[in-house]
């Protein structure tokens, strides 16, 4: 689960999140928010939490998964604030909330228990973001149609998911869902978006998925979108007939082959993140189109082992 929701903030929605990050006092510069009565614990499997950040610290320690998964790990280049601090930095982080998945199990070197952070998801409401200049993945993709065509449904987006490479396993993927499902119940969510990423800046590289997505899994009427016309990479490289299906499913990482077995489309065009060495595409998923099994076992009714 090494995909990730990654790139850099351009234009006007940089300058309005940098002006209000630099109005404020620290170097993280956010007040972790109240959620009212939603329990910050989201989840839980066994040694394993995912509960949603409730100090700096916790934004911090998801900062620094991020920078040893994304940076260390995955070679993407960062800035030289994010090198110094060794930590994922980026504006968006202060309005958005952190859910965290912590290992109550794991040791220190020295074989004491130390919990740690092994993974994490970013989620940013539509009313917060409508409040600081908009979506992130408005940078890449042209989402105000989409937005504008279902304005009495509350929009989620998903962004910067990473996990340790030592727990990417269902179980791990599962809690993340458990809490994504708790946080959208308790906040009446009725579609999320988000960015997901192929690695590599080559669509040629690529072709087999992206044509897949492009012929299968495309957002069609007020549910469709696409990249920003300067932006714009076609996904339409192989002719449906000529698709490989086994090929193409085996192609895709294994994050947006999970939001395709619950229902999501994908918009039309893919985008380079040359930062981060990734091919992006726009995952566009209604709640409405997750299938009841996939709803029912991620309740936060349901009880975990």
């Known amino acids: ?4 929701f990654i790139g850099k903030p351009t234009g006007m929605i940089r300058t309005a999140l940098q002006a209000s990050f630099r109005a404020l006092p620290k170097p993280l510069q956010r007040a972790v928010r109240d959620h009212g009565d939603l329990d910050p614990t989201l989840g839980r499997m066994g040694s394993l939490e995912a509960r949603l950040a409730i100090t700096k610290k916790d934004i911090r320690r998801a900062q620094k998964l991020r920078y040893r998964v994304f940076f260390e790990e995955g070679g993407a280049i960062p800035d030289a604030r994010s090198a110094l601090s060794r930590r994922d930095i980026c504006p968006f982080d202060r309005i958005c909330d952190h859910m965290l998945v912590i290992d109550h199990a794991a040791r220190s070197k020295f074989g004491r228990l130390k919990p740690k952070v092994v993974g994490t998801y970013r989620l940013l409401r539509q009313d917060v973001a409508q409040q600081h200049g908009g979506f992130y993945s408005a940078q890449e993709f042209n989402i105000a149609p989409l937005l504008a065509g279902h304005p009495d449904t509350r929009f989620l987006e998903l962004g910067r998911s990473c996990v340790l490479p030592e727990y990417r396993s269902k179980r791990t993927i ?8 708790t946080y959208m119940q308790h906040y009446r969510i009725g579609a999320m978006i988000g960015c997901a990423s192929f690695e590599g800046t080559n669509p040629l590289a690529l072709a ?3 044509s897949f997505l492009h012929h299968h899994a495309m957002g069609e009427g007020d549910w469709a979108a696409q990249a920003l016309p300067e932006r714009f990479q076609s996904m339409d490289m192989i002719s449906k007939d000529a698709i490989d299906l086994r090929r193409a499913l085996d192609a895709l990482p294994t994050l947006i082959r999970g939001y395709l077995r619950v229902g999501a489309k994908f918009g039309a065009g893919a985008v380079i993140d040359r930062q981060f060495g990734t091919t992006d595409v726009l995952v566009i998923l209604p709640v409405s189109a997750i299938d009841a099994k996939y ?3 991620f309740s936060p009714t349901q009880r975990a082992a």
């Open 1 to 4: 689960m090494a995909i990730a």
């Open 174 to 181: 599962e809690l993340l869902w458990r809490g994504i499902a």
């Open 208 to 210: 087999l998925p992206l």
């Open 295 to 297: 709803l029912d076992h």
